[in-house]
């Protein structure tokens, strides 16, 4: 019961650096999501990915990327890494009414 | 702006009492409610729902009550456990059709210790 996975758990970036976060569920899920945890802003969406073939903006989507590279994946890409965009972030997948199944976090630090 | 409030980064609480954790929200199309419980180094996990249809919902030592009247919503957590310390999120989106189906907006979330 794997759910969902994220790769890598910790990357230290510098200012500039590019990188992709990788997700992948296995719960045959059609919605996926991408968050950003910040001290005192809970929990925010960057990006998230309805169905398969679909992606939309969320609530912080400047400075990001995504890939819904199949029903199973859905990236996350950083272009040119930024301080700002230290976090931590977690993937999420759902099927439509019922919750979301989070992925452990990806703790991202830019210096 | 945020449509999901909750105002106490943090509560304390001693074992076998009661823990109240409570939420606010400004968005009247939301309609589906849902509290998330977070452990250091993991991801949220789901721990209790419930629809505008409904003003509570027990699932053992959890309680959630919703006011839509107020936009307010309340996570009781009776008694407590100091394995119930936690980072606790309460969530909500709109269910019923429109571009925001199954999205959620989340609060800031509330750090719960439960002492022994």
């Known amino acids: 019961n794997a759910g969902v996975t994220q790769t890598p758990k910790f990357q230290v970036l510098k200012t500039g650096q590019s990188m992709t976060l990788q997700c992948a569920q296995d719960m045959n899920h059609n919605s996926m999501y991408w968050y950003r945890q910040d001290p005192g802003m809970g929990l925010r969406l960057i990006y998230y990915?309805?169905?398969?073939?679909?992606?939309d903006k969320g609530e912080v989507p400047n400075g990001y990327n995504v890939s819904r590279l199949n029903k199973r994946e859905f990236s996350l890409r950083l272009e040119s890494a930024a301080p700002s965009q230290t976090s931590v972030y977690f993937c999420a997948s759902s099927e439509q009414r019922y919750g979301y199944t989070f992925g452990s976090g990806t703790r991202l630090t830019v210096v | 702006d945020q449509q999901v409030k909750q105002n106490s980064p943090s509560l304390s609480v001693q074992e076998g009492r009661i823990s109240i954790l409570n939420c606010d929200y400004t968005?009247?199309?939301?309609?589906?409610f849902l509290w998330y419980k977070k452990y250091p180094a993991e991801g949220p996990t789901f721990l209790i729902s419930?629809?505008?249809?409904?003003d509570k919902n027990e699932d053992g030592r959890f309680t959630v009550f919703l006011n839509k009247s107020a936009k307010h919503l309340s996570l009781h957590i009776v008694p407590s456990q100091p394995g119930d310390s936690a980072v606790y999120f309460c969530a909500a989106k709109r269910e019923a059709g429109g571009t925001s189906y199954g999205k959620l907006t989340f609060g800031q979330g509330t750090i719960l210790t439960v002492h022994p």
């Open positions: 419930i629809s505008s249809i409904k």
């Open positions: 968005n009247s199309m939301f309609d589906y």
């Open positions: 990915s309805a169905s398969e073939g679909t992606t």
